[in-house]
């Protein structure tokens, strides 16, 4: 099958990296399904890729909701086809230090990125099994590595690396391939936020962060979004249970 023949879901895609991401999959010939919370917020993406001549489907839905996800994924194989790309991307942050953190802090971020990431995987994988074709796609970060303030969110992207390489495990045999890329500084809206609650200048954060990096520069939402479109390839699929570091330099 041709890239023209799939469909591709990828989710927290009103913006930053998902909507990079959704975009390279368009122009790479997938019908892509843009989700994100707010249904309106969608709309700039799929304009964007509607009128770079690709076709793609604004969807509302809670990925940390059952219902809501069941509700999303049934739209999509009724508006755009049977999902055979995901890339599980919604994301947020509720930094803190531990003793400052709530325990909504701690659950807010547990499910969107762990049950967010479960339960989209779970309503879509049934499709790539049929097809003997699939591509799963994690966002973990850096940031599982350990960061100070972000024990949630280390933890649930440190989480996202173990299931993603179980899921290359369970599924490999039915051709589907799991993966995880660990963005590092990427400049979008949730590092500026950053910048702005610590209190520099964005400008002067990504500065700070580029001579941390070796190749002296931080990073783009594009660069995410190319990994995303070799891992989502054809020619992708002997690599599986991989977590790729696109982070300017090795990590630990």
């Not at 999959?25 to 700039?44: F, M």
């Not at 991307?89 to 807010?108: P, Y």
């Not at 949730?190 to 400008?203: D, I, L, P, Q």
């Amino acid at each position: 099958m041709s890239t023209q023949d799939r469909t591709a879901i990828v989710t927290g895609a009103a913006r930053g990296i998902g909507a990079a991401v959704a975009k390279r999959l368009a122009d790479d010939g997938y019908r892509v399904a843009v989700l994100d919370l707010d249904e309106s917020a969608c709309k700039d993406t799929v304009s964007a890729i509607e009128a770079a001549g690709g076709k793609a489907l604004s969807v509302g839905a809670d990925v940390s909701d059952e219902q809501s996800v069941t509700a999303a994924v049934e739209k999509v194989v009724a508006e755009l086809g049977e999902p055979t790309v995901l890339i599980n991307n919604a994301g947020i942050t509720r930094d803190n230090l531990l003793f400052k953190m709530t325990v909504d802090d701690w659950d807010a971020v547990m499910n969107v990125h762990l049950r967010g990431a479960f339960l989209m995987t779970r309503a879509v994988q049934r499709y790539m099994v049929d097809a003997k074709f699939g591509r799963i796609v994690n966002l973990s970060s850096t940031s599982a590595l350990g960061n100070r303030g972000q024990v949630n969110y280390s933890a649930a992207k440190a989480g996202m690396q173990g299931f993603t390489k179980t899921l290359a495990i369970e599924l490999g045999k039915f051709g589907v391939t799991a993966n995880a890329i660990a963005p590092g500084f990427i400049a979008t809206e949730m590092t500026a936020a950053t910048a702005e609650r610590v209190g520099a200048s964005f400008e002067d954060y990504k500065k700070a962060a580029a001579s941390q990096i070796p190749v002296a520069r931080v990073g783009e939402p594009e660069d995410i979004a190319h990994t995303a479109s070799f891992l989502a390839s054809e020619g992708a699929g002997f690599v599986s249970g991989q977590v790729i570091y696109v982070a300017g330099g090795p990590k630990d």
